[in-house]
């Protein structure tokens, strides 16, 4: 065949049924509109005046209405952050540096996650924000294994309360024995003074035995401790999410209770150790 001829090929023009007509169409707003600032100017108008009319519409109650009217501000106000970071960027990433959240563009539109992670980029979230060690730090806590949290929220939870309830050893002498474990006389001394609180939980028993400061020496102490404060707090601990995968371990006496959770506190031990040896040598000490 021979090459068409220049009346036969394609040419832009008004002819729906041409494919350049096609390959451009963006007047319809059903269209995956190419240029998507345009789409989402469009789209959050078309849902701003749809809002705008359900929030007084007789066929919903007036808690639906009320819904609806938080549709409308959140519509709004996503509009005209989305105008800030169009016409003044800097000053939109200016306040986005301080913040620890950017009001999101969430679309069924194919564009909306290449352009929401180039503008969480160029906004540098929280750069500047009270939680900046969320980026500054790639193994932050919350990225970290559950027992690994755990271990040091039983670390901070003694912590807390033997430097809030009475110094190191709960003595009301006011003494420190961070080393020694005291006497059955300055126990029931002790108890005495805890239970004149009257709000301390029950697990604050015996607390007065934990050496301190945390370290590889004293960290029994803890874990044993921290047995206690998790299965008081939370005797069903080994049903909760972060937990969920133990449930399907192989267990010698099978996946019972007694069994998940002595595999997850072992877990804890291994974190509580590796936390410990990690801060040998920082000079950790005691208040």
């Known amino acids: 065949m021979g ?7 394609f040419v832009a023009s008004s002819d729906p049924f041409s494919f350049l007509n096609h390959l451009f169409l963006v007047e319809e707003f ?17 849902d701003l005046s749809f809002a705008s009319e359900e929030c007084d519409s007789p066929e919903w109650s007036k808690e639906e209405r009320e819904a609806w009217r938080l549709f409308e501000d959140a519509v709004r106000a996503t ?18 540096r301080r913040v620890s959240f950017l009001p999101c563009l969430m679309s069924w539109h ?30 932050h806590l919350l990225s970290q294994s559950p027992a690994v ?16 309830y009475g110094g190191d050893s709960l003595l009301p002498d006011g003494t420190t024995e961070p080393e020694a474990k ?15 609180f009257g709000i301390l939980p029950g697990w604050s028993i015996g607390l007065e035995d934990v050496r301190r400061p945390f370290n590889e020496q004293h ?12 299965l008081e707090e939370m005797p069903e601990f080994h049903l909760r999410p972060e937990w969920r995968e133990y449930a399907n371990r192989k267990y010698k006496d099978g996946a019972k209770k007694g069994a998940i959770q002595h595999a997850i506190f072992k877990d804890i031990l291994v974190a509580l150790k590796t936390i410990a040896g990690a801060n040998k040598g920082k000079g950790r000490t005691q208040k």
């Open 30 to 46: 059903n269209a995956a509109e190419p240029d998507y600032f345009r789409w989402i100017e469009q789209s959050l108008d078309l």
């Open 3 to 9: 090459c068409p001829s220049k009346s036969h090929q």
């Open 182 to 196: 005291p006497t059955q006389k300055k126990r029931l001394r002790a108890r005495k003074k805890r239970e004149s």
């Open 79 to 96: 509009s005209e952050l989305l105008k800030l970071y169009k016409s003044h960027p800097h000053q939109f990433r200016e306040a986005a």
């Open 149 to 164: 949290r755990y271990a040091y929220a039983i670390v901070a939870t003694i912590d807390l309360f033997l430097d809030t």
């Open 110 to 139: 194919p564009e909306a996650d290449r352009f929401n992670r180039r503008l969480m980029r160029f906004s540098c979230l929280g750069q500047e924000g009270i939680f900046r060690d969320l980026r500054e730090t790639p193994r």
């Open 219 to 230: 960290l029994l102490d803890y874990w044993h401790k921290g047995k206690e404060i998790i």
